[in-house]
């Protein structure tokens, strides 16, 4: 999910890794049942921060390099 400037990863166990300029990151877990996230108190996994980071960065990359189309279309960089 992108919001502005802040860019948040959930798992499949709801985990949330929610990044934000100039601070630090945030853990949370996503309730299904009250449709919100509650945020812990402790870092999220350096893991976590890292794949949060990578989804945040893979579409401007992709963009940037013409690396995308669909199934079956020609190739719009190459």
């Known amino acids: 999910m992108q919001f502005n400037d802040y860019y948040a990863w959930m798992d499949d166990r709801y985990n949330v890794t929610v990044l934000r300029p100039d601070q630090k990151p945030l853990a949370g877990i996503y ?9 812990l108190e402790d870092a999220p996994e ?18 940037q390099e013409k690396a995308y189309g669909l199934p079956g279309q020609p190739d719009p960089g190459r």
Request: no cysteine.
């Open 46 to 63: 350096e893991i976590a921060v890292r794949k949060a980071l990578a989804h945040a960065l893979l579409p401007l990359e992709l963009y």
């Open 31 to 39: 309730s299904r049942e009250a449709r919100s996230t509650q945020y």
